[in-house]
């Protein structure tokens, strides 16, 4: 039974630590891919972690109409309760015909699945893509690039700082 007192990131054995440069290519990769799926007429960020991936999609595909949905669970590495702190706007509702359709959700990752769950409630029609993808959320997404072990963190870069790190013969993993 996994140890309830331990965080997602302690329960993790792995860790993903994703630099700025190669977000910004995997970005582009999945762009790539969601060229193909398109057109959009708008793109849905689940913020805060789906804004840096929709911003740079967003230019890729020429998009300029943007809207969020604010969805938070995790405090830093814990999961707690769903909570939508920010719903859909009617206009972007509208421009999907109440489902979605044409439209794209954007997000950083999946890992259990939880919040892409919810908010393809929202908008059962529209194409949901994220970046990375861990294997209990991966079928709920529609595109995405790189899929991690479910024991793995990822390190995003807007939550890391260069450090020091020790030499392996020290003891460093
Ligand atoms: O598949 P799940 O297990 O639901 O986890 C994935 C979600 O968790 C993170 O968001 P978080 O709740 O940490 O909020 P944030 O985007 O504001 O950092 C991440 O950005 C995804 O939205
Ligand atoms: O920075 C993060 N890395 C992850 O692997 C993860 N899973 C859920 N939420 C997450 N946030
Ligand atoms: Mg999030």
Same mark, same amino acid.
């Given at each position: 039974?996994?140890?309830?007192?331990?965080?997602?990131?302690?329960?993790?054995?792995? !860790?993903?630590?994703?630099?700025?440069?190669?977000?910004?290519?995997?970005?582009?990769?999945?762009?790539?891919?969601?060229?193909? !799926?398109?057109?959009?007429?708008?793109?849905?960020?689940?913020?805060?972690?789906?804004?840096?991936?929709?911003?740079?999609?967003?230019?890729?595909?020429?998009?300029?109409?943007?809207?969020?949905?604010?969805?938070?669970?995790?405090?830093?590495?814990?999961?707690?309760?769903?909570?939508?702190?920010?719903?859909?706007?009617?206009?972007?509702?509208?421009?999907?015909?109440?489902?979605?359709?044409?439209?794209?959700?954007?997000?950083?990752?999946?890992?259990?699945?939880?919040?892409?769950?919810?908010?393809?409630?929202?908008?059962?029609?529209?194409?949901?893509?994220?970046?990375?993808?861990?294997?209990?959320?991966?079928?709920?997404?529609?595109?995405?690039?790189?899929?991690?072990?479910?024991?793995?963190?990822?390190?995003?870069?807007?939550?890391?700082?260069?450090?020091?790190?020790?030499?392996?013969?020290?003891?460093?993993?």
């Amino acid at each position: 039974m996994a140890d309830k007192t331990l965080s997602a990131e302690e329960r993790a054995g792995r !860790a993903f630590p994703v630099s700025w440069d190669q977000f910004h290519r995997d970005c582009r990769a999945l762009t790539w891919r969601l060229n193909e !799926a398109g057109p959009f007429a708008a793109i849905i960020a689940i913020t805060r972690g789906g804004l840096v991936p929709a911003a740079i999609v967003a230019r890729e595909l020429g998009v300029r109409v943007i809207d969020t949905v604010g969805v938070a669970s995790y405090d830093h590495t814990r999961q707690g309760e769903l909570n939508v702190l920010k719903a859909i706007s009617e206009d972007t509702l509208k421009l999907g015909s109440g489902t979605g359709k044409g439209l794209l959700i954007v997000d950083d990752l999946v890992d259990t699945g939880k919040t892409a769950q919810l908010v393809r409630e929202m908008l059962p029609d529209a194409h949901f893509a994220t970046v990375y993808a861990k294997p209990k959320g991966r079928p709920l997404v529609d595109t995405f690039i790189t899929e991690v072990s479910q024991d793995t963190w990822i390190f995003f870069p807007w939550d890391t700082a260069l450090s020091f790190a020790p030499p392996l013969r020290d003891g460093a993993a």
